[in-house]
């Protein structure tokens, strides 16, 4: 058993059987609200749980899957530079429509940071909860917050937009695909992004657009609304 | 079978492509992660890189030719990347059950809010603008 859960291979099989599993599980159920992603979280937590392996001795191993973060943040740039063209013709209204939804994050999360008397750590910890993980975890470790909260906040975020996408559009009355594609990215990035693409092309697009051009704001604000409070 | 043997060797020659695209966007995490150490910023490696990348991709010092399968791949599999920090949860159990309630409301509502201001500010200037062309 020790040598099982000792070995640098434990954390990094744990968790690809979790994905794995979560994605089969998505294309027998065939429904939303089976996140492959949450699923794979929850799995490696009840494993550890039931082996009492510790935290820290899973993620020796597993940091191996963590090492590929930056590469693929990188990697965001080519989606990026492959809609370009898109960004060019509508840029107004995409820019100012993603830059008020990034305000409108900070100055919520300020507010309600203040309302409800959390600390600074927490606070900046909310702050960049609406951008793609790899992002946000940059972020909030810059900033001091607790980058574990920082990413189970996101994925909440990303399931919410996910799961009530349709559902937001018609309650907004949000009918235009490329408007749809900035909110969806906005408030939800990657998560929601996956929802956007089976809503048509061009959501699914402005989506992954909106993502990338949320998450590079988002560094900016935060670094200027985390001295706020 | 055996008729496949020249084949694989074939492949495993044009595998060295995947191994230099990988060496391309390394590189420039690399590069990003030095940017980080030197500007007082707090900006993550990760972002100087993703914005290095785009320069690099629009001046065509970089061809996405170069690096298309590599971000193609770790892209489809990011989700996975996220599952070792994420279940770090287990040891955040006692910062998030302390305030949970307001954490949950503070998601729930800016996350809608978004969604709202960010679709119908772009649907009010897309509006305006295809006005403004039909003129």
């Given at each position: ?121 927490e ?107 | ?93 006692d910062v998030l059950r302390k305030n949970l ?35």
């Amino acid at each position: 058993m020790k040598l099982l859960t000792e070995s640098a291979f434990f954390g990094v099989a744990v968790s690809l059987l979790a994905y794995f599993v979560g994605v089969e599980l998505r294309k027998k159920l065939k429904s939303d609200l089976m996140n492959p992603l949450l699923f794979s979280v929850a799995a490696v937590i009840a494993v550890l749980l039931l082996t009492k392996v510790e935290y820290e001795t899973y993620y020796a191993g597993a940091k191996v899957i963590s090492f590929f973060l930056t590469p693929a943040t990188v990697c965001l740039a080519v989606p990026l530079y492959e809609k370009l063209g898109v960004l060019r013709k509508n840029k107004l209204a995409i820019l100012v429509g993603i830059g008020s939804g990034v305000l409108t994050a900070m100055v919520l999360i300020l507010l309600m940071s203040v309302l409800f008397g959390l600390s600074h750590t927490e606070y900046v910890t909310l702050l960049p909860k609406s951008i793609t993980t790899a992002i946000g975890m940059g972020v909030s470790e810059e900033l001091g917050g607790y980058v574990t909260l920082t990413v189970a906040i996101i994925i909440l975020s990303g399931i919410q937009g996910n799961m009530m996408a349709p559902l937001l559009c018609r309650l907004f009355r949000i009918t235009d695909p490329v408007a749809k594609g900035i909110g969806i990215g906005a408030a939800s990035h990657a998560i929601g992004t996956s929802r956007a693409i089976k809503m048509g092309e061009t959501e699914g697009a402005m989506s992954g657009l909106s993502m990338a051009v949320t998450g590079i704001l988002t560094v900016i604000a935060a670094s200027i609304f985390a001295v706020l409070y | 079978m055996f008729y496949n043997i020249p084949v694989i060797f074939e492949k495993s020659e044009s595998f060295m492509k995947y191994v230099r695209q990988f060496l391309i966007v390394l590189l420039i995490s690399f590069a990003g992660e030095g940017l980080n150490r030197l500007i007082p910023l707090p900006i993550p490696g990760s972002i100087y890189g993703l914005l290095l990348m785009l320069l690099c991709l629009c001046l065509k010092l970089i061809k996405v030719e170069q690096v298309k399968e590599i971000s193609a791949f770790l892209l489809e599999i990011m989700p996975i990347l996220f599952i070792p920090a994420a279940a770090g949860l287990i040891t955040m159990w006692d910062v998030l059950r302390k305030n949970l309630l307001a954490y949950l409301l503070i998601t729930f509502v800016t996350t809608a809010a978004v969604f709202f201001v960010s679709g119908r500010v772009t649907q009010r200037l897309l509006l305006r603008q295809r006005r403004g062309e039909k003129k």
